[in-house]
């Protein structure tokens, strides 16, 4: 079974950076699409970013555009998400999920991935 373990979740100062990772298993192909979620205390899980099977495509929600960047190796079969100029609005659960090629929703929908990580909490003080 594929397992999806994320790690590099922590606290920072409005500013910071942090960077996340995801890592798979040997049930984990290379041939997924990759994606990061988010979901805030009392709020609905959104989707920040996503990278095609390649990493030649990536996806970002307008929120993060220009200060999180989304990378894979393929080989290490491993997902990461830079994080740069960390605002408190970005302090959420951070998770990273595959899509194994069933129905298509749209890179950043969460109805498009079917197999999820158990998440590592980043916390943006200001």
């Known amino acids: 079974q594929a397992q999806l373990v994320e790690s590099g979740g922590g606290s920072v100062q409005a500013g910071g950076s942090l960077r996340l990772s995801c890592e798979g298993n040997?049930?984990?192909?290379?041939?997924?699409?990759w994606g990061w979620f988010r979901q805030a205390p009392g709020k609905e899980r959104e989707g920040v970013a996503s990278?095609?099977?390649?990493?030649?495509?990536?996806y970002y929600a307008a929120s993060v555009q220009g200060r999180f960047t989304i990378s894979r190796d393929n080989a290490k079969r491993t997902l990461y998400l830079q994080m740069n100029s960390l605002k408190p609005d970005d302090t959420a659960m951070y998770y990273c999920?595959?899509?194994?090629?069933?129905?298509?929703?749209?890179?950043?929908?969460?109805?498009?991935?079917?197999?999820w990580g158990q998440g590592t909490q980043v916390t943006v003080s200001s």
């Open positions: 999920a595959t899509a194994s090629g069933g129905s298509w929703f749209g890179p950043l929908s969460l109805k498009t991935y079917n197999n």
């Open positions: 040997d049930y984990t192909p290379s041939s997924y699409h």
């Open positions: 990278i095609s099977t390649g990493g030649g495509t990536t």
